[in-house]
């Protein structure tokens, strides 16, 4: 295979935002920039954020490196620069340093191989540009003297005696600082054996997320930032100098430059739209700039939420979610954020805090499990674990942290050292759930095929029990307050398993959900227990169950397959978007200070004259003024969680379809419902069997139209009657459609539909017949449904937008009336929503990242970007003027965003 060059590579970046080029270049010089930061960092926290950060830079700088040849050297100036800027951020990197200064010489047959590679990055910064070059070039990535003068366009005697200098200059520089070693030494210590590191997939992935425009937490930007300042600065400095001598030149030639001439450089995909800097939202929260509003607040929120933890005081909540794959620590008294821990490179899937509330420990699938200190918000220790480590679980007296995963095995760790001190044989191939007795004597594991307790004193196995029937194990376990019952989830069976913790011996079996218990927690009183968990494939419900009689007392349809509690059981928080603290007796919510707006994912959202409405899964249905008011809210769905709704153009009628429900096989039929804007239900829809369903109204508002179904039987497409809710025309059996994007031509006449090949099918809607058929989007992987994710038409209906996942350029738009695609455009993550302006010169387009970018119709390009929600965009919708842009997303928030600037570049 013939590798792209580094500047083909760069080019694409620039040209297209094609993160698939960005993310071969991280590939490819990953190994070389984690050598460098694990070398100059002993932190492995700061190791990976100086890694991310590097990247970072990179793609900030992209557009001016298209002419680079020899990237590599660049990367590893900027990689040396970035961990010097980590250390001296970090007060304990500051020892060390200091400690390294003032170490003793070491020679080549001492063990300080770490030691002189970390001077040798360090003193690699005072070489000339060429120098530094030729070394990496030559040493890190093992070219010849031919291919290093190739690739720098210089002969093989220039390579030879820059390579001489440099080693010599790099002497000389290590000898100052009290290492001595020899020319050859330093080629050593270079060798690509000792100068690369390897780099996870994982790790890779999330430094091109980041660096593509992902969320990057904001120690990444402001360190990001003083790098690129410094080598500004540093370049600065020479311009300076050449500047003067071009000057006396130019005086003495009788000539001069020209004020204000622009330098030529290749633009990239965005525009440097200059937005106006936002005021605080009502709560006093910051907004990002060109918000004019924000729909409800920022408190407990947290995106795809995988983790939740309480400490036993009440006054911190830990989350996990994402991505990005961040720690967030909220005031328990408040809901306020009080810090974001940062680290970790996948999903983080369980948190556990230190019984005095001082530590929270965290097991991620990036094989590692950290510890942080709660007071400082800072990592403590990182633990390598084989795989992926799904469960941690400290003792009751603090003294052991057990963790486990993927593997085989348990380990259990002092907590004085973070030393191992035992590791127990589960004879299983994964454990999902630990927990330790009240008392510690105890240690409770459940896995795939098995459950068990070990005895901490030798830490030998108690007893342990097979599950029986096709079940994937137990997810999740707990142990009663006096220590004497073990409760155990069973995985698609549903049941909550009852043992006594020192004989085995089985009390009690609660048949308590429909599929699996993810979550479980003993009431004090010992009787009860607060289980969360899955009655289907969609919807996630909150059970108390009763112990003695083995009945489900209560069920809420909170939504949370994760749930903590405080040490009194008297409240507890779950959630999925927005975390909330619930009354344990009742289940009400419990409001942190002014807290509003949705408690999960806005699925749409639009205008009622002068008020804005939004709705999200849980079928609540919101009303606000555009300075972030919260005027109303109403649950019209409260049987059944909401899978996708739409709001006429006028916002006089909302239509909700629920989720397919998948039980014993077979899929469930469930109506849908047509409200008023007042969200009082005018009729229920009765849909087909249906997993997953799309809706449109037409642009009168005096119709609707569905598509549901289920990709092997096959889709249903219908009209609707908006005023009664009655079905006026009926299609069924309709093949290779996908349901995810949709939506209706302005008079009426046409409705689009995405379909799994990528393609996009117009169907009359006189006859409900196929009249064509768009192609362009490409599917990402074969079979998936989210090639094609969003559709609108412009206001005229001659144009078509489109957005999706693909990979070639997942926002297109179309001629309608040739039929062809007249615009494509990459961005960095899947398109979830798209909306035309009013006057059509405009088109807004959401994105997972939780951005919107912003097109200009007539200028075929980019204007510029708001950034962000926490989470991605599934609804936009403008004013009737354009002035202004609703955009909804995952977090549960809406923002009011000012569209004044883009209108006037766009005329």
């Given at each position: ?524 009183d010992g009787k009860r227990i607060l289980a969360a968990g899955a009655d289907s494939n969609s919807s996630n419900t909150t059970k108390i169950l009763d112990v003695a009689d083995q009945k489900v007392l209560t069920v809420r349809s909170e939504g949370s397959s994760q ?345």
């Open positions: 295979m013939v590798m792209i060059p580094d500047s083909e590579l760069l080019r694409r970046f620039c040209g297209q935002r094609d993160e698939v080029a960005f993310r071969t270049l991280v590939e490819r010089y990953g190994p070389m920039v984690m050598g460098v930061c694990r070398r100059m960092l002993r932190d492995g926290l700061s190791t990976q954020d100086a890694f991310q950060t590097t990247f970072w830079v990179l793609a900030r700088k992209a557009s001016s490196l298209q002419s680079q040849h020899a990237l590599a050297g660049w990367l590893h100036r900027v990689s040396v620069r970035t961990c010097l800027q980590y250390r001296r951020a970090s007060e304990r990197e500051r020892a060390v340093l200091a400690e390294v200064q003032h170490m003793n010489r070491v020679t080549p047959s001492s063990d300080e191989w770490r030691e002189v590679a970390l001077h040798v990055d360090e003193a690699m910064a005072g070489l000339t540009p060429l120098q530094s070059q030729v070394i990496t070039l030559c040493c890190i990535d093992g070219l010849s003297y031919d291919e290093t003068a190739s690739t720098l366009r210089v002969t093989p005697q220039q390579v030879r005696g820059q390579l001489a200098r440099g080693r010599e200059k790099l002497r000389k520089q290590l000898a100052r600082r009290g290492v001595v070693v020899a020319a050859s030494t330093i080629a050593a210590v270079l060798v690509p054996s000792n100068a690369h590191a390897e780099v996870s997939r994982e790790c890779v992935a999330q430094t091109a997320c980041v660096a593509c425009g992902g969320a990057a937490s904001l120690q990444t930007v402001a360190i990001g930032n003083k790098v690129i300042s410094a080598m500004l600065m540093t370049k600065a400095k020479i311009v300076s100098a050449t500047c003067v001598a071009m000057l006396v030149a130019a005086v003495w030639v009788g000539t001069g430059l020209a004020a204000g001439e622009k330098r030529d450089g290749v633009a990239g995909p965005m525009a440097a739209l200059t937005l106006p800097a936002s005021e605080k939202d009502i709560h006093g929260e910051a907004m990002p700039a060109g918000a004019l509003a924000r729909l409800g607040d920022t408190r407990l929120r947290h995106v795809h939420l995988r983790a939740l933890a309480m400490d036993p005081a009440g006054t911190v909540i830990a989350s996990a979610g994402g991505p990005p794959h961040d720690i967030r620590l909220w005031d328990g008294r408040t809901g306020r954020l009080k810090a974001s821990l940062s680290g970790h490179a996948n999903y983080v899937s369980q948190l556990a805090f230190s019984p005095d509330g001082k530590w929270l420990a965290s097991a991620s699938w990036d094989y590692s499990v950290r510890v942080w200190d709660i007071e400082r918000s800072r990592q403590i220790t990182s633990i390598k674990m084989p795989r992926d480590a799904y469960s941690v679980a400290f003792s009751a007296d603090g003294k052991w942290l057990a963790a486990t995963g993927e593997g085989r095995v348990v380990r259990v760790f002092s907590t004085d050292t973070w030393k191992s001190v035992a590791e127990l044989n589960p004879e299983d191939t994964t454990v999902y759930s630990l927990a330790f007795s009240p008392d510690g004597k105890s240690l409770a594991a459940a896995g795939q095929s098995t459950w068990g307790v070990w005895n901490t004193t030798d830490w030998t196995r108690r007893f342990g029990h097979q599950f029986r029937g096709d079940n994937a194990g137990g997810r999740a376990v707990a142990w009663s307050p006096d220590g004497k019952t073990v409760a155990v989830g069973v995985a698609k069976k549903g049941s909550v398993l009852l043992s006594d913790g020192q004989t085995g011996e089985m009390l009690g079996d609660i048949k308590a959900f429909a599929l699996t218990p993810q979550s479980l927690v003993f009431l004090p749930l903590a509690m405080t040490s009194d059981g008297k409240r507890y928080v779950s959630g999925e978007s927005k975390i909330c603290l619930r009354d344990v007796d009742e289940g009400r919510v419990e409001a942190l200070g002014d807290s509003s707006g949705h408690s999960d994912g806005i699925a749409t959202v639009g205008f009622s004259g002068q008020l804005a409405v939004s709705a999200d899964a849980d079928g609540t249905i919101c009303t606000w003024d555009l300075k972030g008011k919260q005027l109303g809210a109403t649950q019209v769905m409260k049987d059944a969680r909401a899978g996708s709704i739409a709001v006429s153009p006028e916002g006089a009628r909302m239509v909700l379809l629920p989720r397919g429900h998948l039980k014993g096989g077979a899929l469930d039929s469930a109506p849908g419902l047509l409200v008023d804007g007042q969200g009082k239900q005018v009729s229920q829809i009765p849909l087909p069997f249906h997993k997953s369903g799309a809706i449109a109204f037409s642009g009168d508002g005096k119709r609707f139209f569905t598509i549901s179904g289920e990709h092997m039987r096959g889709h249903t497409l219908q009209i609707w009657d908006a005023a009664t809710g009655k079905a006026v025309a009926t299609r069924e059996k309709l093949a290779g459609l996908t349901a995810q994007g949709a939506a209706a031509s302005k008079d009426g006449s046409l409705y689009a539909v995405g379909a799994y090949d990528g393609s996009i099918r117009l169907f009359d809607t006189g006859k409900l017949e196929e009249v064509a058929k768009l192609t362009g989007h490409s599917v990402r992987v074969p079979g998936a449904a989210n090639a094609v994710l969003a559709l609108a038409f412009s206001p005229d209906d001659s144009l078509l937008a489109s957005g999706g996942e693909d990979n070639a350029a997942n926002f297109r738009l179309h001629d309608m009336k040739t039929r062809r695609e007249v615009a494509a455009a990459r961005l960095p993550r899947r398109v979830r929503a798209v909306a035309f302006s009013p006057n059509g010169s405009l088109v807004a387009a959401g994105c997972h990242d939780g951005t919107v970018h912003i097109w200009s119709v007539g200028q075929k390009r980019w204007l510029g970007t708001f950034s962000r929600h926490d989470g991605g965009v599934c609804a936009l919708k403008f004013t009737e003027d354009g002035a202004v842009l609703l955009s909804g997303g995952d977090d549960g928030l809406a923002y009011v965003w000012t569209m004044k600037p883009f209108m006037a570049e766009a005329k």
